[in-house]
Nanobody, 123 residues
Framework: VLLVESGGGLVQSGGSLSLSCTAS????????VGWFRQPPGRDREFVGG????????RYTNSVKGRFTISRDNIKDTVYLQMNSLKPEDTAVYYC?????????????????WGQGTQVTVSS
């Protein structure tokens, strides 16, 4: 399964961006999907995730109330809506898929990864 992220770019502080994650070769509909990010010079970190049917989401504390994860299983796409962006949100953002029915915040528990998309928030 190849995951592809899109929607990254440069935005001013306080602005918004929406990222999308799609899959080729297989549907995402039976997978939990997590979003991770890797800021410059730092380790990859969990941003949030959504379970297979969209009924459960989870976020890291630093993005709660600003980021929203959703999915459209007809379009076979998972979204990360990012509002009120801050310079510290600058990172490469990755989506990852997990062949389990419950979410995990651990990167090594995900089976498939995208190539990442750069998000840069200017102050």
């Amino acid at each position: 399964v190849l995951l592809v992220e899109s929607g990254g770019g440069l935005v001013q502080s306080g602005g918004s961006l929406s990222l999308s994650c799609t899959a080729s070769g297989r549907t995402l509909n039976n997978f939990c999907v997590g979003w991770f990010r890797q800021p410059p010079g730092r380790d990859r970190e969990f941003v949030g995730g959504i379970n297979w049917n969209g009924g459960y989401t989870r976020y890291t504390n630093s993005v709660k109330g600003r980021f929203t994860i959703s999915r459209d299983n007809i379009k076979d796409t998972v979204y990360l809506q990012m509002n009120s962006l801050k310079p510290e949100d600058t990172a490469v953002y990755y989506c990852a898929a997990r062949r389990k029915t419950y979410l995990s915040s651990k990167a090594d528990e995900y089976d498939y990864w995208g190539q990442g998309t750069q998000v840069t928030v200017s102050s």
